[in-house]
Nanobody, 125 residues
């Protein structure tokens, strides 16, 4: 069984930074996609960034240039460095993982097999 555990959420002012982490516990394979998704109050879940096992990344337009996703395969941990945060970035952030390549891209309904419980990010203006 695979368990994903997020950490690093919190409250910061607009313009600030936060770094999220996602630890993978349990069984894994050598090739798996990982990604960050978020859901703001009253809105649908949306993709933020995904990263392949080889480090290739894909970002949503609304975070490009501000967020950076990375992973340490040895530590089985993924990170999301968030800079220049805006109030509209306020959301619950979820970590997800899927076997193989990131075939679903930033889609929330395809490609990911496991989801974490989320970590809350709140940005004040």
């Amino acid at each position: 069984q695979v368990q994903l555990v997020e950490s690093g959420g919190g409250s910061v002012q607009a313009g600030g930074s936060l770094r999220l982490s996602c630890a993978v516990l349990g069984y894994t394979r050598s090739n798996y996609c990982m990604g960050w998704f978020r859901q703001a109050p009253g809105k649908e879940r949306e993709g933020v960034a995904v990263i392949e096992s080889d480090g290739n990344t894909r970002y949503a337009d609304y975070v490009k240039g501000r967020f950076t996703v990375s992973r340490d395969n040895y530590k089985r941990t993924m990170y999301l460095q968030m800079n220049s945060l805006k109030p509209e970035d306020t959301a619950m952030y979820y970590c997800a993982a899927g076997w193989g390549h990131c075939s679903g891209g930033l889609r929330t309904d395809y490609g990911m097999d496991y989801w974490g419980k989320g970590t809350l990010v709140t940005i004040s203006s």
